[in-house]
């Protein structure tokens, strides 16, 4: 595996405090608890399901609403 060196700004104090503690505490060093998170953000990111509005599909709304669309537009436009 290759690394990077990297500066980050603008991460929050008291989160980025709590983060080397707890890596401390795992034995990790700072590089390698980031790589762990940026790899379980990236998992988490990828499973999330991308939704287009082209994926929204109709659904009957129960007997009886069969011609709702026609006529609420007959209500509204005549």
């Not at 595996?1 to 989160?15: A, F, G, I, W």
């Not at 287009?52 to 069969?66: A, C, I, M, R, Y």
């Amino acid at each position: 595996m290759t690394t990077t060196q990297l500066s980050v700004k603008e991460v929050d104090k008291n989160t980025f405090r709590e983060f080397k503690a707890e890596s401390t505490r795992e034995g990790l060093k700072i590089g390698q608890a980031l790589t762990l998170a940026m790899q379980q953000w990236l998992k988490i990111e990828k499973k999330k399901q991308k939704r287009s509005f082209l994926d929204f599909k109709p659904k009957p709304w129960g007997k009886g609403t069969e011609r709702i669309s026609e006529e609420t537009d007959k209500a509204l436009y005549q």
